[in-house]
């Protein structure tokens, strides 16, 4: 919930709706500035609720086991020259999306380069440490791909404003939150933010139309901003990293739940009702 999704909701670079927003002109620091104390209630409900269950698995383990975690451990960190490959994929995002390299963005370029260079250089022994493989990522874009191709009829008749009728911000926080738990929130997100400035005769398309967006009518993109990204960890295939994190967790032989039981076991007894609070603590005026 938090680390897939949740957790991203400040910067453009923490999750792909938002990162999309900022393609299309909304100011980087925008999302921060205006929906920190959003993500710190959902954040700190989460992590609550996290300890809850973390505490009582404690106490439920063997002693032996108990004794061991519990036990100080020294770390270390390997493969730090990735850390300076990292930055250059955080500066890359700051590049502008109009510059060009071939049929990529520069910006693309460079991810992929530094993403490229990181493997190379990475020692092997590293990557067997931690089961590196290229298997989840290609489950995931195998699947990504098909969602996509399956859901832009869905989106068209969103974007058209014959599918939904919507005035309020907290009206479009769930409606954008309940398809993003179920289509890839991130083209729902773009969906919903044309649904929302075309009803003030804007276009998404525009960046100068974006920023105007953005600056006469914060609340509604607040709440699609925050019903894009928290109700993404609504299901396995409500954003890729989900799906990504299952992937990896059964390549590492860490049992996972169905994609009924994640839904019916924790993402509605759990997550649902924090973004119902949320949702009508912070959206609703």
Not at 44 to 58: E, K
Not at 160 to 167: E, F, N, P, V, Y
Not at 213 to 236: D, Q, R
Request: hydrophobic share 55%.
């Amino acid at each position: 919930f938090i680390v897939s999704n949740c957790g991203g909701a400040l910067t453009p670079i923490g999750d792909p709706p938002l990162f999309l927003g900022f393609l299309r002109g909304v100011p980087f620091w925008w999302v921060l500035e205006h929906c920190w104390q959003a993500w710190l209630l959902c954040v700190g409900l989460l992590l609550a609720v996290f300890f809850v269950f973390d505490l009582i698995n404690h106490r439920k383990a063997p002693a032996m086991i108990r004794a061991a975690n519990d036990a100080a451990e020294k770390w270390s960190l390997r493969g730090k020259r990735n850390l300076l490959l990292l930055l250059v994929v955080l500066v890359a995002v700051f590049i502008d999306p109009s510059e060009k390299l071939g049929v990529l963005t520069l910006s693309a370029a460079v991810m992929l380069t530094a993403a490229a260079v990181s493997y190379r250089i990475t020692k092997v022994e590293i990557h067997e440490a931690n089961d590196f493989n290229f298997g989840p990522v290609k489950e995931v874009g195998f699947l990504f791909i098909g969602i996509f191709l399956t859901m832009l009829p869905a989106l068209d008749l969103l974007q058209s404003g014959d599918l939904l009728h919507l005035d309020t911000p907290l009206q479009f926080y769930f409606a954008s939150g309940t398809l993003s738990a179920f289509l890839d929130n991130a083209p729902t997100y773009l969906a919903f933010l044309a649904s929302e400035m075309g009803n003030f005769q804007l276009d998404v398309g525009n960046p100068e139309h974006v920023r105007q967006f953005v600056g006469l009518h914060a609340s509604h993109l607040i709440a699609v901003s925050l019903g894009a990204v928290f109700f993404g960890a609504g299901s396995y295939i409500g954003n890729g990293p989900n799906f990504m994190v299952k992937a990896i967790a059964e390549k590492a032989r860490v049992e996972t739940p169905s994609f009924l039981g994640y839904l019916f076991a924790y993402s509605l007894p759990i997550l649902l009702p924090i973004l119902i609070l949320v949702g009508w603590v912070m959206v609703r005026a």
